[in-house]
Protein backbone atom coordinates (compact mmCIF):
# COMPACT_ATOMS: atom_id res chain seq x y z
CA UNK A 1 0.00 0.00 0.00
CA UNK A 2 1.14 3.28 -0.74
CA UNK A 3 0.52 7.11 0.84
CA UNK A 4 -1.68 9.43 -0.78
CA UNK A 5 -3.17 12.65 0.33
CA UNK A 6 -7.12 13.78 0.80
CA UNK A 7 -8.44 16.99 -0.10
CA UNK A 8 -11.29 17.86 2.04
CA UNK A 9 -14.00 16.81 -0.51
CA UNK A 10 -12.48 13.32 -0.40
CA UNK A 11 -11.60 13.50 3.38
CA UNK A 12 -15.83 13.14 3.65
CA UNK A 13 -15.52 9.32 2.84
CA UNK A 14 -13.18 8.43 5.39
CA UNK A 15 -14.18 10.86 8.33
CA UNK A 16 -17.83 11.19 9.41
CA UNK A 17 -17.49 14.23 11.02
CA UNK A 18 -18.94 17.15 9.14
CA UNK A 19 -19.83 21.16 9.86
CA UNK A 20 -19.01 22.84 12.16
CA UNK A 21 -17.02 19.28 13.64
CA UNK A 22 -14.61 18.90 10.83
CA UNK A 23 -11.14 19.35 12.78
CA UNK A 24 -9.07 18.98 9.81
CA UNK A 25 -8.80 20.69 6.30
CA UNK A 26 -6.54 18.67 4.01
CA UNK A 27 -4.35 14.78 4.88
CA UNK A 28 -1.30 15.70 3.24
CA UNK A 29 -0.34 11.69 3.28
CA UNK A 30 -2.04 9.04 4.57
CA UNK A 31 -0.42 5.56 4.76
CA UNK A 32 -3.47 3.38 5.79
CA UNK A 33 -2.82 1.38 8.92
CA UNK A 34 0.86 3.45 9.72
CA UNK A 35 0.05 7.12 9.79
CA UNK A 36 -1.85 9.71 8.57
CA UNK A 37 -0.51 13.57 8.44
CA UNK A 38 -2.47 17.16 7.76
CA UNK A 39 -3.63 20.33 8.54
CA UNK A 40 -5.76 22.63 9.93
CA UNK A 41 -6.15 26.04 9.02
CA UNK A 42 -7.42 28.32 11.66
CA UNK A 43 -8.91 32.11 10.56
CA UNK A 44 -10.85 34.16 13.03
CA UNK A 45 -14.07 32.95 11.31
CA UNK A 46 -13.97 29.77 13.34
CA UNK A 47 -17.39 29.13 14.86
CA UNK A 48 -15.62 29.21 18.47
CA UNK A 49 -12.85 31.88 18.83
CA UNK A 50 -15.73 34.64 19.22
CA UNK A 51 -16.78 32.59 22.75
CA UNK A 52 -13.79 31.38 23.42
CA UNK A 53 -13.00 33.89 24.12
CA UNK A 54 -13.53 37.14 23.45
CA UNK A 55 -10.55 38.80 24.75
CA UNK A 56 -7.85 36.19 23.62
CA UNK A 57 -9.08 33.82 20.81
CA UNK A 58 -8.08 30.50 20.93
CA UNK A 59 -8.24 26.87 19.76
CA UNK A 60 -10.10 24.98 22.72
CA UNK A 61 -8.18 22.05 24.25
CA UNK A 62 -10.96 19.89 23.37
CA UNK A 63 -11.21 20.43 19.78
CA UNK A 64 -7.32 20.28 19.51
CA UNK A 65 -7.85 16.41 20.69
CA UNK A 66 -10.34 16.09 18.19
CA UNK A 67 -7.99 17.51 15.54
CA UNK A 68 -5.57 14.70 16.59
CA UNK A 69 -8.39 11.74 16.87
CA UNK A 70 -9.88 12.57 13.52
CA UNK A 71 -6.30 12.42 12.02
CA UNK A 72 -6.03 9.36 13.94
CA UNK A 73 -9.02 7.68 12.75
CA UNK A 74 -8.08 8.61 8.59
CA UNK A 75 -5.40 6.32 9.41
CA UNK A 76 -7.53 3.38 9.52
CA UNK A 77 -10.33 4.26 8.36
CA UNK A 78 -8.66 4.45 4.79
CA UNK A 79 -7.72 0.87 5.60
CA UNK A 80 -9.14 -1.76 2.95
CA UNK A 81 -13.13 -2.02 3.91
CA UNK A 82 -12.95 0.22 6.77
CA UNK A 83 -14.54 3.82 4.20
CA UNK A 84 -17.21 4.73 6.14
CA UNK A 85 -16.84 3.52 9.46
CA UNK A 86 -17.95 4.80 12.52
CA UNK A 87 -15.09 5.33 15.47
CA UNK A 88 -15.65 6.00 19.10
CA UNK A 89 -13.07 7.19 21.26
CA UNK A 90 -12.28 4.93 24.35
CA UNK A 91 -9.52 7.01 26.07
CA UNK A 92 -7.20 9.44 25.06
CA UNK A 93 -4.52 11.41 27.37
CA UNK A 94 -3.81 14.66 26.58
CA UNK A 95 -1.32 17.39 27.24
CA UNK A 96 -1.48 21.11 25.97
CA UNK A 97 1.75 23.20 25.56
CA UNK A 98 1.06 26.61 23.69
CA UNK A 99 -2.00 28.26 22.83
CA UNK A 100 -3.49 27.79 19.26
CA UNK A 101 -4.31 30.77 17.98
CA UNK A 102 -6.43 32.40 14.73
CA UNK A 103 -4.03 32.78 11.51
CA UNK A 104 -2.19 29.40 12.51
CA UNK A 105 -1.90 26.85 10.80
CA UNK A 106 -1.92 23.32 13.00
CA UNK A 107 -0.34 21.02 11.61
CA UNK A 108 -1.30 16.82 12.78
CA UNK A 109 0.73 14.29 12.57
CA UNK A 110 -0.79 10.83 13.87
CA UNK A 111 0.59 7.38 13.83
CA UNK A 112 -0.82 4.18 14.27
CA UNK A 113 1.02 2.31 17.20
CA UNK A 114 -1.31 -0.92 17.10
CA UNK A 115 -4.29 -1.83 15.07
CA UNK A 116 -6.40 -4.72 15.90
CA UNK A 117 -9.77 -6.41 16.12
CA UNK A 118 -11.24 -2.65 15.97
CA UNK A 119 -9.24 -1.14 18.50
CA UNK A 120 -6.48 1.31 17.41
CA UNK A 121 -4.00 2.72 20.17
CA UNK A 122 -1.92 5.60 18.33
CA UNK A 123 0.13 8.49 19.17
CA UNK A 124 -0.93 12.24 18.27
CA UNK A 125 1.42 15.45 17.75
CA UNK A 126 -0.26 19.18 16.99
CA UNK A 127 2.37 21.99 16.17
CA UNK A 128 2.09 25.49 15.31
CA UNK A 129 5.24 27.00 13.77
CA UNK A 130 7.18 23.86 14.13
CA UNK A 131 6.64 23.67 17.78
CA UNK A 132 4.12 21.83 19.82
CA UNK A 133 1.01 22.78 20.95
CA UNK A 134 -0.31 19.48 21.80
CA UNK A 135 0.48 15.87 22.13
CA UNK A 136 -1.80 12.64 23.11
CA UNK A 137 -2.25 9.15 23.46
CA UNK A 138 -5.04 7.75 21.45
CA UNK A 139 -7.21 4.63 21.85
CA UNK A 140 -10.13 4.46 19.54
CA UNK A 141 -12.78 1.91 18.02
CA UNK A 142 -14.50 0.85 15.38
CA UNK A 143 -17.67 -0.85 17.04
CA UNK A 144 -18.72 -2.30 14.04
CA UNK A 145 -15.81 -4.76 14.08
CA UNK A 146 -14.89 -4.91 18.40
CA UNK A 147 -18.31 -6.00 18.63
CA UNK A 148 -17.92 -8.95 16.66
CA UNK A 149 -15.60 -10.48 18.71
CA UNK A 150 -16.96 -9.86 22.26
CA UNK A 151 -18.52 -12.69 24.65
CA UNK A 152 -22.66 -12.41 25.19
CA UNK A 153 -23.24 -9.74 27.41
CA UNK A 154 -24.70 -10.22 30.37
CA UNK A 155 -27.66 -8.60 29.35
CA UNK A 156 -28.39 -10.84 26.53
CA UNK A 157 -27.73 -13.94 28.60
CA UNK B 1 6.83 -19.79 36.51
CA UNK B 2 3.98 -21.54 35.86
CA UNK B 3 1.29 -21.21 33.10
CA UNK B 4 -1.38 -21.01 36.01
CA UNK B 5 1.00 -17.90 37.44
CA UNK B 6 1.13 -16.24 34.09
CA UNK B 7 -2.22 -16.57 32.95
CA UNK B 8 -3.64 -15.05 37.02
CA UNK B 9 -0.81 -12.22 36.25
CA UNK B 10 -2.76 -11.00 32.76
CA UNK B 11 -5.95 -10.77 34.86
CA UNK B 12 -4.29 -9.33 37.63
CA UNK B 13 -2.94 -6.95 35.35
CA UNK B 14 -5.78 -6.26 32.81
CA UNK B 15 -8.39 -5.80 35.58
CA UNK B 16 -6.70 -4.73 38.79
CA UNK B 17 -8.25 -7.76 41.03
CA UNK B 18 -6.73 -9.71 43.54
CA UNK B 19 -5.66 -13.58 43.04
CA UNK B 20 -8.33 -14.73 45.48
CA UNK B 21 -11.20 -13.49 43.06
CA UNK B 22 -9.97 -15.38 40.27
CA UNK B 23 -12.52 -18.53 39.90
CA UNK B 24 -15.68 -19.79 38.09
CA UNK B 25 -17.25 -16.70 39.05
CA UNK B 26 -14.88 -14.17 37.31
CA UNK B 27 -17.06 -13.77 34.19
CA UNK B 28 -17.23 -11.42 31.36
CA UNK B 29 -18.49 -8.13 32.53
CA UNK B 30 -18.61 -9.44 36.34
CA UNK B 31 -16.03 -6.20 37.00
CA UNK B 32 -16.21 -2.75 35.30
CA UNK B 33 -12.74 -3.68 33.91
CA UNK B 34 -13.96 -6.84 32.25
CA UNK B 35 -15.76 -4.86 29.64
CA UNK B 36 -15.25 -4.75 26.29
CA UNK B 37 -12.11 -3.31 25.82
CA UNK B 38 -10.74 -4.45 28.52
CA UNK B 39 -11.65 -7.83 27.12
CA UNK B 40 -9.85 -7.16 23.67
CA UNK B 41 -6.41 -6.09 26.42
CA UNK B 42 -6.97 -9.50 28.22
CA UNK B 43 -6.68 -11.27 24.89
CA UNK B 44 -3.70 -9.51 23.50
CA UNK B 45 -1.90 -9.48 26.75
CA UNK B 46 -2.51 -13.77 26.57
CA UNK B 47 -1.33 -14.09 22.93
CA UNK B 48 1.86 -12.00 24.25
CA UNK B 49 2.51 -14.07 27.06
CA UNK B 50 1.74 -17.26 25.70
CA UNK B 51 2.96 -16.54 22.40
CA UNK B 52 -0.42 -17.55 20.57
CA UNK B 53 -2.52 -16.02 18.02
CA UNK B 54 -5.89 -16.91 19.02
CA UNK B 55 -8.70 -16.91 16.56
CA UNK B 56 -12.06 -15.37 16.44
CA UNK B 57 -14.57 -17.61 17.86
CA UNK B 58 -12.02 -18.58 20.88
CA UNK B 59 -12.02 -15.25 21.81
CA UNK B 60 -16.23 -14.62 21.48
CA UNK B 61 -16.22 -18.12 23.59
CA UNK B 62 -13.69 -16.87 25.75
CA UNK B 63 -16.45 -15.45 28.93
CA UNK B 64 -15.18 -16.81 31.76
CA UNK B 65 -11.66 -17.48 33.64
CA UNK B 66 -12.40 -21.37 34.05
CA UNK B 67 -13.39 -21.24 30.15
CA UNK B 68 -10.87 -19.39 28.81
CA UNK B 69 -8.18 -22.21 30.79
CA UNK B 70 -9.77 -24.71 28.59
CA UNK B 71 -9.78 -22.40 25.53
CA UNK B 72 -5.67 -21.86 26.23
CA UNK B 73 -5.73 -25.55 26.13
CA UNK B 74 -6.35 -25.83 22.18
CA UNK B 75 -3.30 -23.99 21.77
CA UNK B 76 -0.85 -26.38 23.83
CA UNK B 77 -1.18 -24.30 26.87
CA UNK B 78 -1.02 -26.71 29.80
CA UNK B 79 -2.31 -25.91 33.38
CA UNK B 80 -1.23 -28.16 35.78
Redesign the interface.
Known sequence: MEEFSLGPLELQKYQPNRYPFIMIDYVDAVLPGAYARGHKNLTLNEWYFPKHFPDGPNMPGALQLEAMAQMLTVAITTLPGLEGEVTHAISHFVKFKKEVLPGDKLVIETEVLSWKRGICKGRGVGKTNNEIACEADMIITIPNILEKYLPQSKQNR | MTNNEKYQDVFVNCFSVEKWQLNEKFI??SVPEWD??G??GM??ELEETFDIMME?DD?????SYTTGKEILSKYNIIFD
Open positions: YESVHMIAMIIDFS
